[in-house]
């Protein structure tokens, strides 16, 4: 039913730009945290940004100061404006959503199919 749809990733040459997209559709309710994730070819998927409400962020310590994650609310829709890129930041980038429960019980977590961001000369 939910559905993370990412945008915007391709190919860049090191110190260049990238903005990603991640537009959510199927759900009547706005996710209280939407972020991104990557994942390099043998590697483990990290985190690399998330936010609640647009001012309240976290980041990466490998990402600060080079990207920035936004959030519109009226569109169900998270970017990640990344700048300055290295080849280190090659991986494929993946959206995700998080809709808290009460009552104690465990969040409800939803990820997009992801999208490859490559960083190359």
């Known amino acids: 039913q939910v559905q993370l749809v990412e945008s915007g990733g391709g190919l860049v040459q090191p110190g260049g730009s990238l903005r990603l997209s991640c537009a959510a559709s199927g759900s009547s309710f706005s996710f209280n945290r939407m972020g991104w994730y990557r994942q390099a070819p043998g590697k483990q998927r990290e985190l690399v940004a998330t936010?609640?409400?647009?001012?309240?962020?976290n980041y990466a310590d490998s990402v600060k100061g080079r990207f920035t994650i936004s959030r519109d609310n009226a569109k169900n829709t998270v970017y990640l404006q990344m700048n300055s890129l290295k080849p280190e930041d090659t991986a494929v980038y993946y959206c995700h959503a998080q809709k808290y429960e009460p009552f104690g019980l465990p969040p409800t977590d939803y990820w997009g199919q992801g999208t490859q961001v490559t960083v190359s000369s």
């Open positions: 936010t609640t409400s647009g001012t309240s962020t």
